[in-house]
T-cell receptor
Framework: SQELEQSPQSLIVQEGKNLTINCTSSKTLYGLYWYKQKYGEGLIFLMMLQKGGEEKSHEKITAKLDEKKQQSSLHITASQPSHAGIYLCGAALGGGADGLTFGKGTHLIIQP | KAGVTQTPRYLIKTRGQQVTLSCSPISGHRSVSWYQQTPGQGLQFLFEYFSETQRNKGNFPGRFSGRQFSNSRSEMNVSTLELGDSALYLC??????????FGPGTRLTVL
């Protein structure tokens, strides 16, 4: 089974609507990274969450880390076409010895 | 600061050949990690180099190897290419706070 499960796998949202992407870990989370990827390109760093209960925001994107639930959520407010892409969560589940483990990603499509 | 750069961006090889990919990290970053991304397996960790030494290694066969130079630039090599090696290869350099910043990737196609 996947160590980092993302849901949903894909999401089609009308422009201007809010949305949430979830990332659930099968192991204790000591920190979590969110990245965005345009198809076939590199990953763009969005946010890093290190402490339970931590919440960070950048422009219209907010991410939270719930250590007890071993879960993180990424929330986009008033979505825009520029938000379209693949969102990936990553974590050092092996303490860094295995690099970052990533979820399979959430494909976000914004409909005008 | 310039970001992580990877060369070449695209490569087409045939089975049995070998390939070398290059990665230049962000200035001042001493750790470089390599990942393979495929539609089926997603992103998988290959290895990490720090100060010219391999610090961690993922679960890939010995055909996959790498090295790091004194200027922190890194190369990865894949020998005896197989069709299944077709993938996007991503390099990331780590900041002192361990945040990984990724390059644009090298798209390798094996025919």
């Amino acid at each position: 089974s996947q160590e980092l499960e993302q849901s949903p796998q894909s999401l089609i949202v009308q422009e201007g609507k809010n949305l949430t992407i979830n990332c659930t870990s099968s192991k204790t989370l000591y920190g979590l990274y969110w990245y965005k990827q345009k198809y076939g390109e590199g990953l763009i760093f969005l946010m890093m969450l290190q402490k339970g209960g931590e919440e960070k925001s950048h422009e219209k994107i907010t991410a939270k880390l719930d250590e007890k639930k071993q879960q993180s959520s990424l929330h986009i407010t008033a979505s825009q076409p520029s938000h379209a892409g693949i969102y990936l969560c990553g974590a050092a589940l092996g303490g860094g010895a295995d690099g970052l483990t990533f979820g399979k990603g959430t494909h976000l499509i914004i409909q005008p | 600061k310039a970001g992580v750069t990877q060369t070449p961006r695209y490569l087409i090889k045939t089975r049995g050949q070998q390939v070398t990919l290059s990665c230049s990290p962000i200035s001042g970053h001493r750790s470089v990690s390599w990942y393979q991304q495929t539609p089926g397996q997603g992103l998988q960790f290959l290895f990490e180099y720090f100060s010219e030494t391999q610090r961690n290694k993922g679960n890939f066969p010995g055909r996959f190897s790498g090295r790091q130079f004194s200027n922190s630039r890194s190369e990865m090599n894949v020998s005896t290419l197989e069709l299944g090696d077709s993938a996007l290869y991503l390099c990331a350099s780590s900041s002192p706070s361990d945040t990984q910043y990724f390059g644009p990737g090298t798209r390798l196609t094996v025919l």
